[in-house]
């Protein structure tokens, strides 16, 4: 099992970029795809993003498609989420999880567990 902290969220302006990172400790992290998440106030817990362990494969909500970027560096064992052209509805808490069952492309929030506390973006005019 895999702990995980996010951070690099923060405010920014409509249009702007950040870049979101979760870190893993424990030696496994290279051996678990990797996903983002994100949930606002009163809402259930949307899939984002996810990686598989390698980083040879990802897959993304229709919602974010070509302006969200995820990669990892298993040597770091870090997960990144470039986040770009950001809009108002962007804003919420990013969470990263690592994915705890088998197959891939579901982005299913029970598919994934070891949830990290999340990190705030905010998206000003």
């Known amino acids: 099992q895999v702990q995980l902290v996010e951070s690099g969220g923060g405010l920014v302006q409509a249009g702007g970029s950040l870049r979101l990172s979760c870190a893993a400790s424990g030696r496994t992290f290279s051996s678990y795809a990797m996903g983002w998440f994100r949930q606002a106030p009163g809402k259930e817990r949307e899939f984002v993003a996810a990686?598989?362990?390698?980083?040879?494969?990802?897959y993304y909500a229709d919602s974010v498609k070509g302006r969200f970027t995820i990669s990892r560096d298993n040597a770091k064992s870090t997960v990144y989420l470039q986040l770009n052209s950001l809009k108002h509805e962007d804003k919420t808490v990013y969470y990263c999880a690592a994915q705890i069952t088998r197959g891939w492309g579901s982005g299913a929030v029970t598919d994934f567990g070891s949830w990290g506390q999340g990190t705030q973006v905010t998206v000003s005019s």
């Open positions: 990686i598989s362990w390698s980083g040879g494969s990802t």
